[in-house]
Structures are given as C-alpha cells and as structure tokens.
C-alpha cells in the first residue's frame, strides 16, 4: 500500500485499526451476544472484556517492528469501511454518498454516510440483528456451505434458477427483511428473532425449493433491497 501511495514507512504518522478499543466494544459485544443467546446463564461479560483486551494486545504486538512506536487507534468497523471506499476513491471535494453493508462489526451490519471536502459524516446505521448478510450467511449454512466464505458459491448459482421460482422466494425473503417506512435508509426485520438466527425458518419455508431457485431468489431480492 505504501509503494502505490508513493509514501515510506516514515510517512506514517498513525495506524487505524478497525474495531473499538476496550471496555466500550467489549460491552457492546457484551449486549449482542446476551440478546443473541439470551438462554446462557453462565456468560459473564467481565470474562470477554478481559480476552478482548488481551486480543487487542497481541494485534499490536503482530504489527510490524517498523510500526511499534506509531500511534494506533481502534475506529468503529464501519466506519473504517466507509473510509476505505471514500479517502481511497474520492477524485474531488463534490459529496460523495457511502453505503457500507456486511455481516455485522461492532453492533452494526451497515451504515450511511455522506464524504465531503474531505470528512465523513455518518447519517445513518443499520443494527446487526437487521443484517442482510446474516441472511446470506443463513443461507449458506442451510445449503450445506461453510458461512461467512462460500456465499460466492450462492452468487454464483444464481444466474441458473428459474426467474418464475426466483421472484416467489425473493418475495419470502422480503417478508423477513425490507426497508424501514419510517427511516428508509435503514433496513428492519420483520420476523422476531434476530437474522442470525433464522436457520429453523429457513428450513421451513425452503424445503420444496430448488438450490438454484434459493440461490436466484437471495440475489433478486437483495438487488431489490439494495
């Protein structure tokens, strides 16, 4: 990176790492996994900010020997990704809108925000029990794939499903994840337990349904959403 930026590793005044330090990530983490395994009784959220801590050392002491006196922040996951996208495209001080969507980082599975004159400024997020990737990543795991890696396997079957069978299960996985009416930049559920989660729905609702056809459905619908 630093040989097509021109720039030498003396150039490098900070590192931005993304992930929020301890304690404040730690408790949000804290938070998601208690609603996410509400049935745990055992889970104790002092536990996990120490290994996060711990996690956070070892990241540091990984980096380079160049890059142990530079200054390290931790900055929130996505706006990390919005950066990326904007200080690493941006060709002109004109706004720039910035749209980031994944899984899920620091509570968030997506984001809004709008790149001008050179600062980003954050207008919307989207939580992570409303991801639209862990409906891709449920998916992936109902058909038998490894989560979180083979989705492109599901993109790229979907160009042989039937467009007839595709429309009816976009139109199911529409019923559990569409656009807010009241805030349309953010995207709400509408099945009660948290996307992650929906696996035994899938089950349900998919057991008559081609691969090809899931597969053509999940990308229809999610051009359609996005």
């Given at each position: 990176?630093?040989?097509?930026?021109?720039?030498?590793?003396?150039?490098?005044?900070?590192?931005?790492?993304?992930?929020?330090?301890?304690?404040?990530?730690?408790?949000?983490?804290?938070?998601y996994?208690?609603e996410?395994?509400?049935?745990?009784?055992?889970?104790?959220?002092?536990?996990?900010?120490?290994?996060?801590?711990?996690?956070?050392?070892?990241r540091?002491?990984?980096?380079?020997?160049?890059?142990?006196?530079?200054?390290?922040d931790?900055?929130?996951?996505?706006?990390?990704?919005?950066?990326?996208?904007?200080?690493?495209?941006?060709?002109?001080?004109?706004?720039?809108?910035v749209?980031?969507?994944?899984?899920?980082?620091?509570g968030?599975?997506?984001?809004?925000?709008i790149?001008?004159?050179?600062?980003?400024t954050?207008?919307?997020?989207?939580?992570?029990?409303?991801?639209?990737?862990?409906?891709?990543?449920?998916?992936?795991?109902?058909?038998?794939f490894?989560?979180?890696?083979?989705?492109?396997?599901?993109m790229?079957?979907?160009?042989?499903?039937?467009?007839?069978?595709?429309?009816?299960?976009?139109?199911?996985?529409?019923?559990?994840?569409?656009?807010?009416?009241?805030?349309?930049?953010?995207?709400?559920?509408?099945?009660?337990?948290q996307?992650?989660?929906?696996?035994?729905?899938?089950?349900?609702?998919?057991?008559?349904?081609?691969?090809?056809?899931?597969?053509?459905?999940?990308?229809?619908?999610?051009?359609?959403?996005?």
């Open positions: 990176v630093l040989d097509i930026a021109g720039l030498s590793v003396n150039d490098v005044d900070l590192i931005a790492a993304a992930g929020l330090d301890a304690p404040e990530h730690g408790q949000r983490i804290c938070r996994l208690q996410t395994f509400s049935e745990v009784k055992f889970f104790a959220p002092r536990r996990l900010g120490g290994a996060l801590r711990d996690r956070i050392l070892r540091r002491r990984q980096m380079p020997a160049w890059a142990q006196n530079v200054q390290v931790f900055v929130e996951h996505h706006q990390a990704h919005a950066a990326s996208a904007y200080y690493g495209l941006r060709k002109d001080s004109q706004p720039y809108l749209l980031t969507l994944d899984g899920g980082g620091d968030l599975s997506g984001s809004v925000w790149g001008k004159t050179g600062a980003l954050p207008v919307a997020t989207i939580p992570q029990a409303d991801s639209l990737g862990e409906i891709y990543a449920a998916t992936t795991h109902y058909l038998g490894m989560p979180l890696e083979h989705e492109y396997k599901l790229g079957m979907a160009p042989y499903g039937a467009d007839k069978y595709a429309q009816d299960v976009a139109r199911l996985y529409a019923s559990y994840l569409d656009l807010d009416e009241r805030d349309p930049l953010r995207f709400v559920r509408s099945v009660p337990e996307l992650s989660r929906i696996g035994p729905r899938l089950q349900h609702d998919l057991r008559r349904v081609r691969v090809d056809n899931i597969c053509a459905g999940l990308q229809v619908f999610t051009e359609n959403l996005i």
